[in-house]
């Protein structure tokens, strides 16, 4: 192994021509001595000419350190980038006149690094004409909406080599790549002042020994990384190793670095303020390039300007809100007022049908229900909403917000004026079980026979037929406390409508019991109140089977979530426990009424 100041010596010599012993010693930095001693120990070992011209030993020398490749991490969705991420990948931006990615790659090429593999998994497709145009190698790592970026590197363990590390929406405003390096570094600059990046603190060699999340006055992890062969295999082993460990496969793969700083040697390099650009925000994104928003090619942009009158300059992105499993939302401002803005994740068509949305709300609107909805996209479900400061959630324990809930859903079932889409629960049912089983997530022990007694209650009450023996009315069907919100007014307000049609009222009062922790007899005092007036054996037993069937219902929608990869965490079991329990009173029920 060469010690630095050789090696760098002999990369001058490679990359430039020299006269004298003076001007190389200026190129390298050193003193005329220091540079004299070098080139006499380089020429002993055979490295140089007499006129400074590499030899094959010197070739040699410097081989071990040539960068072998370059891996793109473009697998990851970016969510904080909300809202371009959510129509394409960050990496495909296109800043100051340049796709981020496409720049990366022109910088690596233009370095002499030819082999670049380019990790992709959302919107995979969008990255695939790169082979085309640039000739770079596409991996594709299918754990990217599951896992961090390590599960980016476990895929491409195999190109670990000489490599750098680098992520596909970076901007580097010069060329930070050369074609030798040293050993491993991580790019970095100094905060003056506090920050919340991570922090790397050296030893006097330049060695990292310490990192922290947050700092003061440090120099913090920026940009991209390169992994010398040594620390590549070292690497490899403990990620290998480690990965199916809890938490391991949703960290980054700075965490596997971390957990061994001790025998992965990597030093810090300094880079200049204004060098490597991250944008974390559509904000950030806004400084560096002030005209983006301007000519930024986006239809959600393009909505909210027609949906609100006004310009993209007027539209400033506040914060992603929490994903959930039909949707992304983000909360912008325009002119000092709020919205949350919804995109519709494709999948979602499977079992929302948007126009129906529309027509629902405004039926809604009718029977005199707040919705916060100012504009929805009937063919896409791209919707803006009110955002409604400090909202106060409903409680499902307070028995005056309990009473105000059962009287707006009540209003809602008398009043609100018929819509032309039904809940029809047997399709919608066989369209999750479709995917259930295709995924093999049906098969346990009682899938089968939960089933069959759900659709024996569905075909005993009708449900799925247009006329009932009960009546059909316009229903929330997703009518559960997260959707019930009073703002400072005391207002009450009706959220989330993408599940609504024609279908049993008992269907909203189900729903409500299946997301609550609500005992059979608490579910009985609650259709009184509900009702009115106590309630018939006939209409106890049609809510309790009712309740079961929609437990079932979003059993199943649970099932499906995760079948095509989305967690759902507890309520699945919630929704399994409260489907059995109502089945068996439903059935207790009627078997008093009938003995």
């Given at each position: 192994m060469l010690k630095r100041d050789m090696f760098s010596l002999l990369l001058q010599c490679k990359q430039k021509e020299f006269t004298n012993q003076r001007e190389l010693a200026g190129a390298l930095q050193f003193s005329l001595g220091k540079t004299n001693a070098l080139l006499q120990s380089a020429r002993a070992e055979g490295f140089l000419t007499e006129a400074f011209a590499l030899t094959s030993a010197g070739e040699e020398a410097l081989a071990p350190y040539r960068v072998k490749n370059a891996i793109l991490m473009a697998a990851g969705m970016s969510s904080r980038f909300a809202p371009l991420s959510y129509e394409k990948p960050k990496g495909l931006l296109n800043v100051r006149g340049e796709i981020l990615i496409e720049r990366q790659i022109r910088q690596l090429l233009d370095s002499g690094i030819k082999e670049i593999i380019v990790v992709v998994g959302y919107m995979k497709e969008k990255f695939f004409y790169l082979e085309e145009k640039f000739g770079v190698t596409i991996v594709i790592n299918e754990d990217y909406y599951r896992y961090n970026n390590i599960s980016t590197l476990?895929?491409?363990?195999?190109?670990?080599?000489?490599?750098?590390?680098?992520?596909?929406?970076?901007?580097?405003?010069?060329?930070?790549?050369?074609?030798?390096?040293?050993?491993?570094?991580?790019?970095?600059?100094?905060?003056?002042?506090?920050?919340?990046?991570?922090?790397?603190?050296?030893?006097?060699?330049?060695?990292?020994?310490?990192?922290?999340?947050?700092?003061?006055?440090?120099?913090?992890?920026?940009?991209?990384?390169?992994?010398?062969?040594?620390?590549?295999?070292?690497?490899?082993?403990?990620?290998?190793?480690?990965?199916?460990?809890?938490?391991?496969?949703?960290?980054?793969?700075?965490?596997?670095?971390?957990?061994?700083?001790?025998d992965l040697d990597m030093e810090i390099r300094p880079y200049p303020e204004g060098v490597l650009c991250e944008f974390d925000s559509l904000e950030d994104l806004r400084v560096f390039d002030e005209d983006y928003l301007n000519n930024v090619?986006?239809?959600?942009?393009?909505?909210?300007?027609?949906?609100?009158?006004?310009?993209?300059?007027?539209?400033?992105?506040?914060?992603?809100?929490?994903?959930?499993?039909?949707?992304?939302?983000?909360?912008?401002?325009?002119?000092?007022?709020?919205?949350?803005?919804?995109?519709?994740?494709?999948?979602?068509?499977?079992?929302?049908?948007?126009?129906?949305?529309?027509?629902?709300?405004?039926?809604?609107?009718?029977?005199?229900?707040?919705?916060?909805?100012?504009?929805?996209?009937?063919?896409?479900?791209?919707?803006?909403?009110?955002?409604?400061?400090?909202?106060?959630?409903?409680?499902?324990?307070?028995?005056?917000?309990?009473?105000?809930a059962m009287a707006m859903i009540r209003n809602l079932h008398d009043h609100a004026p018929a819509t032309s889409f039904a809940f029809d629960i047997t399709l919608q049912l066989k369209k999750f079980d479709h995917t259930i089983c295709g995924q093999n997530r049906g098969d346990f022990a009682d899938y089968t026979s939960m089933k069959k007694r759900t659709a024996a209650f569905i075909k005993d009450l009708s449900l799925s037929e247009r006329k009932t023996d009960g009546k059909q009315v316009l229903c929330h069907i997703d009518f559960h406390p997260d959707n019930v919100i009073f703002d400072k007014d005391n207002n009450l307000y009706l959220l989330d409508w993408e599940y609504a049609a024609m279908a049993d009222p008992m269907c909203d009062l189900?729903?409500?019991?299946?997301?609550?922790?609500?005992?059979?007899?608490?579910?009985?005092?609650?259709?009184?109140?509900?009702?009115?007036?106590?309630?018939?054996?006939?209409?106890?037993?049609?809510?309790?089977?009712?309740?079961?069937?929609?437990?079932?219902?979003?059993?199943?929608?649970?099932?499906?979530?995760?079948?095509?990869?989305?967690?759902?965490?507890?309520?699945?079991?919630?929704?399994?426990?409260?489907?059995?329990?109502?089945?068996?009173?439903?059935?207790?029920?009627?078997?008093?009424?009938?003995?």
């Open positions: 476990y895929v491409a363990a195999e190109y670990l080599d000489n490599t750098y590390i680098c992520s596909s929406d970076n901007y580097f405003t010069e060329n930070v790549f050369e074609p030798y390096v040293y050993k491993s570094y991580y790019a970095a600059e100094y905060s003056e002042g506090t920050t919340e990046e991570w922090c790397m603190k050296a030893d006097d060699k330049g060695r990292i020994r310490h990192v922290t999340i947050g700092g003061d006055h440090a120099w913090y992890m920026v940009g991209h990384a390169y992994f010398d062969r040594t620390f590549s295999a070292q690497f490899t082993q403990f990620m290998r190793k480690e990965y199916d460990l809890p938490g391991v496969k949703n960290g980054y793969w700075e965490n596997v670095y971390i957990n061994h700083l001790a090619d986006s239809e959600i942009f393009s909505h909210i300007r027609k949906a609100l009158s006004c310009r993209a300059r007027d539209i400033r992105i506040l914060k992603p809100l929490k994903s959930g499993m039909s949707n992304l939302s983000f909360l912008f401002e325009v002119n000092g007022h709020s919205y949350v803005y919804r995109h519709p994740y494709a999948e979602s068509s499977d079992y929302v049908n948007r126009a129906n949305e529309a027509d629902a709300m405004e039926s809604a609107k009718a029977a005199g229900i707040r919705t916060t909805c100012i504009h929805l996209n009937k063919e896409t479900g791209r919707k803006i909403s009110e955002y409604i400061h400090d909202p106060i959630p409903m409680d499902p324990k307070d028995p005056a917000h309990v009473k105000a189900g729903t409500y019991v299946c997301c609550t922790d609500t005992s059979v007899s608490e579910a009985e005092s609650l259709l009184t109140t509900y009702l009115g007036h106590a309630p018939s054996a006939k209409e106890s037993y049609r809510f309790l089977a009712v309740t079961s069937v929609m437990a079932f219902y979003w059993f199943s929608w649970a099932l499906y979530q995760e079948a095509i990869g989305k967690l759902v965490g507890k309520s699945m079991y919630d929704w399994y426990k409260v489907c059995k329990t109502y089945a068996e009173a439903a059935s207790l029920k009627i078997s008093t009424e009938i003995s």
